[in-house]
């Protein structure tokens, strides 16, 4: 499994923006990376997804015209811009490599996991 590390999460304020970044350890084989988050009291859920080799973009409606994913394959690394952040952003994000199939948007199609990035917005 190949190791994750988010990093980039913070406090903004409402409408502020913030990018998180997704180092793997290696290189992925992963066709998919995704970008996960996860309120207190809340399931993990969906955020976006970026495949590994042509660029493919996928959101969840929530964020979409607000958050962009994006990688570097030289740096191994995947980014989420976040702009227009609203408090109900607020969660830990995670990202997710590995995938294994069955859908983009299951965290339990995803094998390696980092160890997450807080993001709050609040005033």
């Known amino acids: 499994q190949v190791q994750l590390s988010e990093s980039g999460g913070g406090l903004v304020q409402p409408g502020g923006s913030l990018r998180l970044s997704c180092a793997a350890s290696r290189r992925t084989f992963s066709s998919y990376v995704g970008w996960f988050r996860q309120a207190p009291g809340k399931e993990r859920e969906f955020v976006a997804a970026?495949?590994?080799?042509?660029?493919?973009?996928y959101y969840a409606d929530s964020v979409k015209g607000r958050f962009t994913i994006s990688r570097d394959n030289a740096k191994n690394t995947v980014y989420l811009q976040m702009n227009s952040l609203k408090p109900e952003d607020t969660a830990t994000y995670y990202c997710?490599?590995?995938?294994?199939?069955?859908?983009?948007?299951?965290?339990?199609?995803?094998?390696?996991w980092g160890q997450g990035t807080q993001v709050t917005v609040s005033s």
């Open positions: 970026i495949t590994w080799g042509g660029g493919r973009t």
């Open positions: 997710a490599a590995d995938w294994r199939g069955n859908g983009i948007t299951r965290t339990e199609s995803y094998d390696s």
